[in-house]
């Protein structure tokens, strides 16, 4: 580690893994709610589950991108952190609001939370994904305020380099769409219309610029090929991403009251939004096959590779199924959109940053890759959780696909209870597989704690020894 304000990365990725298990933990509940109605009701309502569920892999995400940026910034800048104590400041007020956000959640009925956080003076609650109370809302703007201008301050006093603006613009973006759930409109079509502006263009605009600074950095690390040759790709990657991306939020528009040239827009710009998916697993291969190190993490570097696959298949093909609007005329609102998402968030976003933390820890914790043992356990890890994932979109695709079929394009439609029991052997199966993601992702966690012969490089010479 070659700047000391890198550690400040522990916190946050140390925070990062801790809601994430609470997520899966909640996703499990949630798949037994769908087949066990009545399952922990009425401590933990469906609705509930499904509140702490999404809330936490925004928040823990957000830690992870956090905790990327601080560890790789200073490095690429050439120059320790602006402002160390801000970031540990930051740190711990995310944090606090974050877990009494949850707690709120779980103990307190979802009207008494907005009126004791006094939503009616800035109602901004009671929408998907931005159920948050108004109050940790500004303190989500306050901390990233505060994150963006160290992470901002550090890279514009030192060295710039295409992955440290890229990832500038990406937190910046990230910022900025994020004041749309301020805005809350009477009118349910403007309420629609805006709150996209903060899921989509977050998911399928500037977090893809974040993502793919973050691939870009531990790919240089991991393979020493050039720094210019990455650039060049990244800079074609984000313009592709960019272009469709932002025009692409129109497929969210098909029928919530907007004008019918969306649907022209949505669908066109749309299918292209699979082609820089498709470019970022060309040059994530490509990058390796040239490599100039045998860098010794490998496993940072099969996750790495998992990222661009993922990212391809969850956010690139599994999007592009339902996207067109004839098709997403019947698809909407299915299962099979539930599949995509799963897909796309675990490929393009969950695994850049355990490929982050994968390469980072070892190096905060002094050496420059975990042992052999731990890495084959971590890798036991990524198959685990990538092959459940894989096995959870599949029969989350095979539901919405008989949904579909039983609920809207038959010629005696079914209701919507009905057609859920027909399904009721997919969600099993989901329950079954999300066990097996969560039993990967306890050795993943496990794997941080293995002891066995580390190899450290110094300089041209190899020493072995005992490391936990």
């Known amino acids: 580690m070659k700047y000391e304000s890198q550690s400040i990365a522990k916190l ?74 801000l970031a540990k400041l930051m740190f711990w007020i995310f944090l606090v609001a974050g877990a009494l956000t949850i707690l709120g959640y779980l103990l307190v009925p979802y009207a008494t939370l907005a009126e004791i956080t006094m939503n009616d003076l800035l109602p901004t609650m009671g929408r998907e994904f931005l159920e948050q109370p108004t109050i940790t809302k500004i303190g989500i703007v306050v ?17 710039k380099t295409v992955i440290t603006l890229v990832l500038l613009t990406g937190l910046v973006g990230l910022a900025v769409f994020f004041l749309f759930s301020f805005y809350n409109p009477h009118n349910l079509v403007l309420d629609k219309y805006f709150w996209w502006f903060v899921v989509h263009l977050w998911v399928e605009g500037v977090w893809e610029l974040i993502m793919a600074s973050l691939l870009a950095y531990v790919l240089i690390k991991v393979t020493g090929v050039d720094r210019e ?33 969306w649907q022209w827009l949505g669908s066109v710009f749309s299918a ?9 697993t060309l040059f994530a291969f490509n990058v390796v096959n040239k490599r100039r190190r045998d860098h010794p993490n490998k496993a940072a570097t099969l996750w790495a590779l998992g990222t661009a696959v993922m990212a391809f298949l969850g956010a690139g093909v599994w999007g592009f199924l339902h996207t067109l609007a004839p098709v997403n005329f019947y698809t909407h609102g299915t299962q099979i959109t539930a599949a995509h998402g799963h897909m796309a968030f675990y490929g393009a976003y969950v695994m850049v940053v355990l490929t982050i933390i994968s390469y980072s820890m070892p190096i905060m914790r002094g050496r420059e890759a975990a042992n052999a043992r731990a890495q084959v356990v971590e890798m036991w890890s990524f198959w685990l959780m990538t092959v459940s994932m894989v096995f959870i979109t599949l029969f989350l695709t095979g539901a919405g696909i008989l949904q579909v079929y039983l609920q809207r394009y ?59």
């Open 12 to 85: 946050y990725f140390i925070a990062a893994i801790g809601l994430f298990v609470g997520q899966i933990l909640f996703g499990v509940i949630l798949g037994l709610q769908y087949v066990i109605g009545d399952f922990l009701f009425p401590e933990i309502p469906f609705n509930v589950a499904r509140m702490v569920h999404t809330n936490l892999l925004i928040v823990w995400l957000l830690f992870g991108f956090m905790g990327a940026a601080y560890f790789l910034v200073p490095e690429e800048s050439e120059r320790e952190l602006y402002a160390p104590w």
């Open 143 to 159: 901390v990233l305020l505060a994150f963006i201008f160290n992470i901002g301050m550090t890279i514009l006093t030192g060295r």
């Open 229 to 261: 040759v990455i650039e060049k790709w990244l800079y074609i990657i984000i313009a592709m991403a960019l272009i469709s991306g932002i025009i692409g939020t129109g497929h969210h528009f098909f029928w919530i009251g907007a004008p019918d040239y």
């Open 272 to 280: 292209l939004e699979p082609i820089p998916f498709f470019m970022m």
């Open 410 to 468: 038959s010629e005696d439609p079914m209701s919507f209870m009905a057609t859920q029991e027909k399904v009721e052997i997919f969600y099993w199966m989901r329950e079954g597989a999300g066990l097996i993601f969560l039993i990967g992702l306890i050795l993943y966690i496990i794997s941080f704690f293995v002891k066995g012969e580390d190899v450290k490089m110094l300089g041209s010479s190899v020493s072995i020894e005992e490391t936990s």
